[in-house]
Nanobody, 115 residues
Framework: VQLVESGGGLVQPGGSLRLSCAASGFTFNVYAMNWYRQAPGKEREFIAT????????RYADSVKGRFTISRDNARNRVALQMNSLKSEDTAVYYC?????????WGQGTQVTVSS
C-alpha cells in the first residue's frame, strides 16, 4: 500500500489549493480515504473522510463549508479542495487509508497560508 500526496505550497489568506493523493498497492475502490493534518506543535487531526463509492463524506467542524473531499476511483486518486484558506490551516496534510485493519499514511505535503 502506498499513498503519495501532492499539491501543497504557499498561499495567501483567502486563497485556494487543491491537494491530491495517488494510491497504489490495494483495491482503491473498496476502501474509505481520509485526510488529516498536523500543525507545528500540535497533534495530528482528522480533516475529512470519503466512503469507497464517494457517496458519503464527513468533515471536521474547522473546515466544514470550506474544504471538499472527492475521489476518482478510475484513477485511484483522492483530492482535497481547500477554499477560503486561513493562517490556522497551515500544516502538513496527510492522506490515510486503512486496508485490512492496517493504517497507512502518505509522506505528507506542506500547506502554508501566509501573506
Amino acid at each position: 500500500v502506498q499513498l503519495v500526496e501532492s499539491g501543497g505550497g504557499l498561499v495567501q489568506p483567502g486563497g485556494s489549493l487543491r491537494l491530491s493523493c495517488a494510491a497504489s498497492g490495494f483495491t482503491f475502490n473498496v476502501y474509505a480515504m481520509n485526510w488529516y493534518r498536523q500543525a507545528p506543535g500540535k497533534e495530528r487531526e482528522f480533516i475529512a473522510t470519503i466512503s469507497s463509492s464517494g457517496d458519503y463524506t464527513r468533515y471536521a467542524d474547522s473546515v466544514k463549508g470550506r474544504f471538499t473531499i472527492s475521489r476518482d476511483n478510475a484513477r485511484n486518486r483522492v483530492a482535497l479542495q481547500m477554499n477560503s484558506l486561513k493562517s490556522e490551516d497551515t500544516a502538513v496534510y496527510y492522506c490515510k487509508t486503512q486496508v485490512r485493519g492496517i493504517g497507512t499514511w502518505g509522506q505528507g505535503t506542506q500547506v502554508t497560508v501566509s501573506s
